[in-house]
């Protein structure tokens, strides 16, 4: 039971409950364990080097765009091979 919420409170991303009941409180942990598992399935089917919270940001932004969720994980994995900081700006390009 320890193993449990060390594992929650390490890998699920529960900032706050927004409810306080018994079944609230259960509800909302599985289904963060069950986002958890169905993004490492992706994760491994796709082949991604990425992190699962990578992942779980890219598909928080694209969450209402109209895109397949390989397109939108493509961007990051191309983000990648350039190497570096995606955020760094490019003072000289040669």
Not at 5 to 29: D, P
Request: proline content about 2%.
């Amino acid at each position: 039971m320890v193993q449990l919420f060390k594992f929650i409170k390490q890998h699920l991303c529960i900032k706050s409950f927004y409810g306080t009941s018994e079944n609230a409180v259960k509800t909302q942990i599985w289904i963060a364990v069950s986002i958890y598992v169905l993004v490492a399935i992706v994760r491994k089917r796709l082949r991604l080097e990425v992190s699962s919270y990578q992942i779980l940001q890219i598909l928080s932004l694209t969450l209402f765009e109209k895109m397949p969720i390989l397109r939108a994980l493509e961007a990051i994995d191309s983000q990648n091979e350039l190497g570096g900081d995606p955020n760094q700006l490019i003072l000289f390009e040669f």
